[in-house]
T-cell receptor
Framework: DSGVTQTPKHLITATGQRVTLRCSPR?????VYWYQQSLDQGLQFLIQ???????AKGNILERFSAQQFPDLHSELNLSSLELGDSALYFC????????????FGPGTRLTVL | QQQVKQSPQSLIVQKGGISIINCAYE??????FPWYQQFPGKGPALLIA?????SEKKEGRFTISFNKSAKQFSLHIMDSQPGDSATYFC?????????????FGRGTSLIVHP
């Protein structure tokens, strides 16, 4: 158990809908990362937050957004969902951005029907 | 553009054998090379990592071999066990804007037969 928690574990929704995925980092970790894992794209970095501020951006669609709250938990919002958004979404955390070790949560499996 | 190429895609070995997974990278600015192990239904877990200033790092049955000139690194699992059956990902990271953001290989599904 990495100490990173994610909810929900599974999410089934329809095209066009909006969902929110939640992540709580390990105790003491200030930086949160979001990743998407799919069969065709592999594991891809989406976005990073550090102490409430956006720090780095990867291949994140404009329909997706995230934020990190004062208690350091983070939420990933996915809107106007498409079939192709079906994937595993992982959150990871690290003590600070300058340290490369990241600890991954168990993931949220999103299915868009 | 696939910056980290991982092979093989799948690997089957017998219990007690050696499992070898290879990765190659293109960007010479990468300076941290971790390997992750992922079991079904779980998130990737950091297994072992290496910096480019060393050629080998060993932790228990797991060894990373690193060839900086060839821009290649590999994971060796000695005395492979059925419990090692999982998907393994290599990654390469570099510090950019103060953050380490990894680029992952596509993964290797390892099956160890009893």
């Amino acid at each position: 158990d990495s100490g990173v928690t994610q909810t929900p574990k599974h999410l089934i929704t329809a095209t066009g809908q909006r969902v929110t995925l939640r992540c709580s980092p390990r105790s003491g970790d200030l930086s949160v990362y979001w990743y998407q894992q799919s069969l065709d794209q592999g594991l891809q970095f989406l976005i990073q937050y550090y102490n409430g501020e956006e720090r780095a951006k990867g291949n994140i669609l404009e329909r997706f957004s995230a934020q990190q709250f004062p208690d350091l938990h983070s939420e990933l919002n996915l809107s106007s969902l498409e079939l192709g958004d079906s994937a595993l979404y992982f959150c990871a955390s690290s003590v600070e951005p300058g340290l490369p070790q990241q600890f991954f949560g168990p993931g949220t499996r999103l299915t868009v029907l | 553009q696939q910056q980290v190429k991982q092979s093989p895609q799948s690997l089957i070995v017998q219990k007690g054998g050696i499992s070898i997974i290879n990765c190659a990278y293109e960007n010479t600015a990468f300076d941290y090379f971790p390997w992750y192990q992922q079991f079904p239904g779980k998130g990737p877990a950091l297994l072992i990592a290496i910096r480019p200033d060393v050629s080998e790092k060993k932790e228990g049955r797991f060894t990373i071999s690193f060839n900086k000139s060839a821009k290649q690194f590999s994971l060796h699992i000695m005395d492979s066990q059925p419990g090692d059956s999982a998907t393994y990902f290599c990654a390469a990271s570099r510090r950019s804007g103060g953050s380490y953001i990894p680029t992952f290989g596509r993964g290797t599904s390892l099956i160890v037969h009893p």
